[in-house]
């Protein structure tokens, strides 16, 4: 059962840092809620809850969901599957194309988990859906069983359950 008033405290953590990186944005900086042990680990405990015992593999979504990812696979005591942009690895086995609201990206990754391995993609926040739909695309092409998809928190007016599907979100703004 997650620690509400420890959540609660996680959530006061993110600052909303107004026209960042253009105008009109409102970006959200976990930076202090990650510099916090207690509140990391709390998130991090509620993150996993849904799905405990249910994945072999963590896998992180650069760049903020590779940090939560980390957090997550030590608590889990299993590994990590990095989830790339587009020519950040030196062998990508596999890579899927997405639209953004301003043009088109690519993630990639390596193939190396084993047919059927069961996996929990992480993100920060699902904004759009397109880079969660993406990296489920991804694992499945590359054999793996996509078994949930938990990210910290969801900017639910930009309606990305449409496009991702069932998401567990810790924090809803």
């Known amino acids: 059962m997650p620690d509400t008033a420890a959540l609660a405290r ?11 990186p253009s105008p009109g944005i409102q970006f959200r900086d976990i930076t202090p809620l990650l510099a ?16 405990a015992a249910a994945f072999d593999v963590v896998g992180g979504i650069e760049a903020r969901g ?18 790339r942009k587009a020519g950040k690895l030196p062998r990508p086995a596999a890579s899927v194309s997405y639209a953004l609201e301003y043009g088109e ?8 988990l084993a047919p059927g391995t069961r996996i929990l993609l992480v993100d920060d926040v699902l904004a759009t859906g397109g880079t969660i739909a993406a990296a489920r695309e991804l694992m499945t092409t590359l054999g793996a069983e996509v078994v949930g998809t938990t990210v910290l928190m969801e900017l639910e007016a930009l ?10 979100a810790l924090f809803v703004i």
């Open 10 to 20: 996680a959530e006061s953590l993110i600052r909303t840092i107004p026209d960042y």
């Open 36 to 51: 916090d042990a207690a509140a990391l680990r709390a998130v991090t405990r509620a993150l996993i809850e849904p799905f």
């Open 66 to 83: 590779f940090l939560l990812a980390g957090a997550i696979a030590a608590e889990a005591g299993v590994g990590l599957v990095p989830i």
């Open 105 to 112: 990206a690519a993630i990639e990754a390596h193939d190396d």
């Open 159 to 168: 309606n990305g359950r449409a496009l991702a599907g069932d998401v567990h």
